[in-house]
């Protein structure tokens, strides 16, 4: 079956610099690849997506790169800021259901 | 966000107990998932539901139990509480019929403690 891993597992930056987080996936038949946002003690919410049929999407400081041949996809965050720290998930559509990478923590150095 | 809510939001009980955690969304979403999430892991997903009294097995149902005789609710029952079911679980829902419906939203969670 499916199977999303996401890199890597934390990630510190300083504030204003940027952060990249790939994940790869298994099966070529995904065609939906959205990125959710966990702060502490909260619910994942989504903040970015993107269909197989697009390379790239933006939203401000936010951007996500698919590369469909190479089956990886990423996420990446421009001019970090304190409120940009959370855990963030990938995943892959399959059929109904998403299948979840692992997360990264993201951690923006003052 | 405000669409999907969990109750109960905090839970503690003792090994062996029944609980049943309730999921309810105003938007008629047809599909509703269950996941748990352990701390320091990722969304595992437990059970799914495409539409009322359709329901199917996820990654890990073993020890839960699932019903949905209305479009709106999802509730998720462990019949004999273990714990390794300690646990938050997050209840989602999707909708249906264009490609904007792919986005799941989250409830807020249920933490939930077995002792």
């Known amino acids: 079956g499916e199977n999303v891993e996401q890199h890597p597992s934390t990630l510190s930056v300083q504030e204003g610099d940027s952060a990249v987080i790939k994940c790869t996936y298994s099966d070529s038949a995904s065609n939906y690849f959205p990125w959710y946002k966990q702060e502490l003690g909260k619910r994942p919410q989504l903040i970015i997506d993107?269909?197989?049929n697009v390379g790239e999407k933006k939203d401000q400081r936010i951007a996500v790169t698919l590369n469909k041949t190479a089956k990886h996809f990423s996420l990446h965050i421009t001019e970090t800021q304190p409120e940009d720290s959370a855990v963030y998930f990938c995943a892959a559509k399959v059929n109904y259901q998403l299948i979840w990478g692992a997360g990264t923590k993201l951690i923006i150095k003052p | 966000d405000a669409g999907i809510t969990q109750s109960p939001r905090y839970k503690i009980t003792e090994t062996g107990r029944q609980v049943t955690l309730m999921c309810h969304q105003t938007w008629s979403h047809s599909y509703m998932f269950w996941y748990r999430q352990d701390l320091g892991h990722g969304l595992r997903l437990i059970y799914y539901s495409a539409a009322a009294d359709i329901t199917d097995k996820g990654e890990v149902p073993d020890g839960y139990v699932v019903s949905r005789s209305k479009t709106e609710n999802f509730p998720l029952t462990l019949e004999s509480a273990t714990r390794s079911q300690t646990s938050v679980y997050f209840c989602?829902?999707?909708?249906?019929?264009?490609?904007?419906?792919?986005?799941?939203?989250f409830g807020p969670g249920t933490r939930l403690t077995v002792l």
């Open positions: 993107i269909r197989s």
């Open positions: 989602a829902s999707r909708g249906t019929g264009t490609v904007e419906t792919d986005t799941q939203y």
